[in-house]
């Protein structure tokens, strides 16, 4: 049996980006990243779903180890400046995925799902889903998003990131629900193939250029967050982040759509569906013969997911928002360090984003170095 330094549970943006982090820190590391998808396959899946073309991250914020490596490797390899969207030169989807596959390297895959963790001395035993079992002194929890997102009255609705979801021909008319970048991007998309698409929100499309305050990119913001204690952070991070927005190039867009009459737009807070379409509160009724919800993910890590798992066999405290307590080198407990959005209370409101990961990165990337110093 392997015993791995460390394990890193999740191939997506921030477990490759961990994983490349830490071997270019601690060369001699036995890392190995568990997911049982290629790398990055969830997240390319969730882009294509929603008809993401351009992140909402500026191109300071990609998966290279330098700062300026997503520029320098755009002029390379022949990427034009419709590539870099506006101000912030955000990245098209195919200039980020081409770099990413370019600079995040191929650390070891085990292409297993892992099911629960175990407290071994000096470590940890990480079960997989066929009964086989691994070993490491250290395991980052760099899962992703939770489960689709589905509103008390839409249990049994579609979700546009449930893992099975396609678009379709088009056919009956469609309601996306969901005001959102998601909703818009997908309401744009849906138009685009040729369906009939209401989209339906709980306020008019809000513009801005990021979903959380910039200022918590640098130390400005950066230095009264970290000295807050625990329980206000919670509270600073509902005030800096913006959900719910949409940025520039979208919102023009789907305000262009919605002028032109090619997507169509309800106002309203959804109630319930039913067998002909959605209820809202005020009694209204949409009909449509497929409702589509593009309402993000679940804050709460999913009782039956690892991290559910997790939080429920070692105790482990949530805030009310479903973030984690966990310290400075993002434990949670001796070793078993957590990644993403559950890491906010240390990573700030961009925990969630490629920001998020690139933060992620150097704090573990230290920690290994200085295992690796002390070895």
């Keep these: 049996m392997t015993e791995y330094d460390w394990l890193i549970i999740g191939g997506g943006p921030h477990g490759r980006f961990i994983a490349a982090s830490i071997a270019r820190a601690a060369r001699e590391a036995r890392l190995a990243v568990v997911d049982p998808l290629p790398a990055l396959a969830a997240w390319r899946a969730r882009a294509a779903a929603c008809g993401m073309r351009y992140l909402r991250s500026s191109n300071a914020h990609h998966l290279g180890a330098r700062a300026d ?202 109630e319930r569906l039913t067998p002909s379409g959605v209820l809202l509160a005020d009694g209204r009724l949409i009909h449509a013969g497929r409702v589509i919800l593009a309402t993000g993910f679940a804050h709460r890590p999913d009782p039956n997911s690892l991290l559910g798992r997790a939080v429920a066999d070692f105790d482990l405290a949530l805030d009310p928002a479903g973030h984690l307590y966990i310290d400075a080198e993002l434990a949670a407990a001796p070793g078993l360090h957590i990644a993403g959005r559950p890491a906010s209370l240390q990573l700030r409101p961009m925990a969630g984003n490629i920001k998020g990961a690139r933060l992620a990165g150097r704090v573990l990337a230290a920690i290994a170095r200085h295992a690796a110093a002390a070895a």
């Design 69 to 270: 490596s997503l520029r320098r490797f755009a002029r390379a390899a022949g990427y034009d400046g419709t590539h870099a969207l506006g101000y912030y030169r955000r990245p098209s989807l195919a200039l980020f995925d081409e770099h990413a596959a370019a600079e995040l390297g191929a650390p070891a895959h085990v292409p297993r799902r892992a099911h629960r963790l175990t407290r071994r001395h000096g470590g940890w035993r990480v079960e997989l889903d066929d009964g086989d079992t691994l070993t490491a002194r250290r395991v980052v929890l760099a899962t992703g998003p939770g489960r689709p997102y589905r509103p008390a009255g839409f249990e049994h609705a579609e979700h546009v990131f449930d893992p099975d979801f396609e678009l379709g021909d088009p056919g009956a008319a469609t309601v996306i629900v969901g005001g959102g970048i998601t909703g818009a991007q997908f309401a744009l998309r849906a138009a685009e193939a040729g369906r009939r698409t209401c989209w339906l929100t709980r306020h008019r499309p809000v513009r801005a250029d990021f979903d959380s305050d910039p200022c918590y990119a640098g130390p400005r913001c950066l230095a009264p967050f970290v000295n807050a204690p625990p329980a206000r952070r919670t509270q600073m991070l509902a005030d800096a982040r913006l959900p719910g927005t949409l940025p520039p190039d979208i919102h023009g867009a789907i305000t262009a759509a919605l002028a032109a009459r090619r997507v169509a737009w309800r106002r309203g807070e959804p």
